[in-house]
Nanobody, 128 residues
Framework: EVQLVESGGGSVQSGGSLTLSCAASGFAYNDYCMGWFRQTPGKWREGVAFVNADGTSTYADSVKGRFTISRDNDNRTMSLRLNNVKPEDTAIYYC??????????????????????WGQGAQVTVSS
């Protein structure tokens, strides 16, 4: 059974930092690019950052230079470090795996429609 379990959400002040983690199990982790998405009420779920099996990554323009995605293939984990957070970063953050096995994400990541499995979500709240 595929499982993605997130941890590390919470509240942080504007300009602060936070790290989210995702523990994966039940599939060949090294064969998949992985991603983080986020969603706020009334908005579409959007891709934030993606990491290929070899550790190379891509970012949404809104977080580029502030967020860092990484993965540990030996321990089957993925992290998202949020630095210099802003109130508009407030959202539920989801760890995601695409339906198809891709060691390298196509283009700038993968869309919501290609997500096969989601984590349970981690709330991040940034106060000004």
């Amino acid at each position: 059974e595929v499982q993605l379990v997130e941890s590390g959400g919470g509240s942080v002040q504007s300009g602060g930092s936070l790290t989210l983690s995702c523990a994966a199990s039940g599939f060949a982790y090294n064969d998949y690019c992985m991603g983080w998405f986020r969603q706020t009420p009334g908005k579409w779920r959007e891709g934030v950052a993606f990491v290929n099996a070899d550790g190379t990554s891509t970012y949404a323009d809104s977080v580029k230079g502030r967020f860092t995605i990484s993965r540990d293939n030996d321990n089957r984990t993925m992290s998202l470090r949020l630095n210099n957070v802003k109130p508009e970063d407030t959202a539920i953050y989801y760890c995601a795996r695409p339906t198809s096995s891709l060691r390298r994400c196509r283009g700038s990541g993968f869309p919501v429609s290609d997500v096969g499995f989601w984590g349970q979500g981690a709330q991040v709240t940034v106060s000004s």
